[in-house]
């Protein structure tokens, strides 16, 4: 049984440029929620896509959105990048909307410079 | 103040020690309660799952939750060098779904 997949693993991009990080969640979980992780502290929660979509958003601006694929899988997609995005980009899946146990992925390290 | 505090360690200890971790908590609407495991540039790793206050184990973890201090902790029993790493205390209120309030983790080291 597959976990939650992500990709790429890593990524290097040169501020003011847009990235894309993408999840594939764990088979039969059907809630994708994205993290950002800066070095050493906790993941904090930047949004949650259930049933294609944006259900929960954390404190973040709109130059991170995201977007859910009817297959589940979910994208994470980051505008005029700034250095302070740099951190590790962690994706949770989970089943449905009641609160469960939420997975991590391994997560897409992003360097902007 | 942030809602979830956590001692930033390293802890350190020797092989075969107990390891005690805990999180304090602000928002008394917090329901559910998590740790996690996460070892250097991977993503975290569920560990114990608890609902409400009380005690669960699960082998050689125990993760208490005192509602009333607004304090949880996760003991670790015979600790062994692969149990270096950060943990990291998870919370959410069920109102809001899935997401999850992380303390900012506390490494730790357990020495052969």
């Known amino acids: 049984d597959a976990g939650v997949t992500q990709s790429p693993t890593h990524l290097i991009k040169t501020r003011g440029q847009q990235v894309t990080l993408r999840c594939s969640p764990k088979s039969g979980h059907d809630t994708v929620s994205w993290y950002q992780q800066a070095l050493g502290q906790g993941p904090q929660f930047i949004f949650q896509y259930y049933e294609e979509e944006e259900r929960q958003r954390g404190n973040f601006p709109d130059r991170f959105s995201g977007h859910q694929f009817p297959n589940y899988s979910s994208e994470l997609n980051v505008n005029a990048l700034l250095l302070g995005d740099s951190a590790l980009y962690l994706c949770a899946s989970s089943f449905g909307q009641a609160p469960t146990e939420a997975f991590f992925g391994q997560g897409t390290r992003l360097t902007v410079v | 103040q942030k809602e979830v505090e956590q001692d930033p360690g390293p802890l350190s200890v020797p092989e075969g020690a107990i390891v005690s971790l805990n999180c304090t908590y602000s928002?008394?609407?917090?329901?559910?309660f998590m740790w996690y495991r996460q070892y250097s540039r991977k993503g975290p790793e569920l560990l114990m799952y608890t609902y409400s206050s009380g005690n669960k184990e699960d082998g050689r973890f125990t993760a208490q939750v005192d509602k009333s201090s607004k304090y949880i902790s996760l003991f670790i029993r015979d600790s062994q060098p692969s149990d270096s790493a950060t943990y990291l205390c998870a919370m959410r209120i069920k109102a809001a779904g899935n997401k999850l309030t992380f303390g900012g983790g506390t490494r730790v080291l357990v020495k052969p």
């Open positions: 928002n008394s609407a917090f329901q559910y």
